[in-house]
């Protein structure tokens, strides 16, 4: 009787997840099956490869893959005449909690009258304008015409009105 296995399914040594700014992980990839290869990608294609076990995308697994941003990990073994394993996937979400400057209300990286438009067109309920962690300008844990006044201040460089710190 002639049949294919399964490759057994890799593994990723740290789970997808969401971790602190400036975290660098190293990942390694197993897989139980003797003298099976692993591909992976790491742009959020799945790797591509044919019945015939040729990997068509995908980088051969050969030492630890470093991550140090926002990454999106597909894997999947092969071997010889066995079925491939099933193709699983990591996340991982680096440093995202804290990605807002405060005061960069439409998140373009730079902090000036458009952010303070921003804030205007969100108080009066324009679509497309949404309640962000950046728009809290004066601290107190909530977002109200006081951060209006605060940005203005900023603007025009009164002193003592600061901005830019990580929210
Ligand atoms: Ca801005
Ligand atoms: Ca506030």
Redesign the pocket.
């Known amino acids: 009787m002639r049949y294919a296995d399964d490759v057994a399914d890799p593994v990723a040594s740290v789970s997808g997840g969401t971790y602190s700014d400036g975290t660098i992980l190293t990942v390694t990839l197993s897989c139980a099956t003797p003298g099976s290869e692993i591909y992976y990608t790491t742009d959020g294609t799945a790797p591509v490869y044919r019945e015939t076990g040729e990997v068509l995308s995908g980088t051969l697994y050969t030492e630890p893959i470093i991550i140090t941003k926002s990454t999106e990990l597909l894997y999947v073994a092969f071997a010889g005449g066995m079925n491939p394993s099933d193709i699983w996937y990591e996340e991982y979400i680096i440093g995202e909690d804290n990605r807002y400057a405060r005061g960069d209300c439409n998140g373009d990286g730079d902090i000036n009258a458009s952010d303070l438009t921003y804030l205007k067109l969100y108080f009066v309920g324009r679509d497309g304008y949404y309640k962000n962690a950046a728009m809290?300008?004066?601290?107190?844990?909530?977002?109200?015409i006081?951060?209006m006044s605060y940005m203005k201040r900023y603007l025009v460089r009164k002193p003592g009105f600061v901005l830019g710190d990580t929210v």
Request: glycine share 0%.
């Open positions: 809290d300008c004066n601290r107190d844990n909530r977002i109200d006081a951060d």
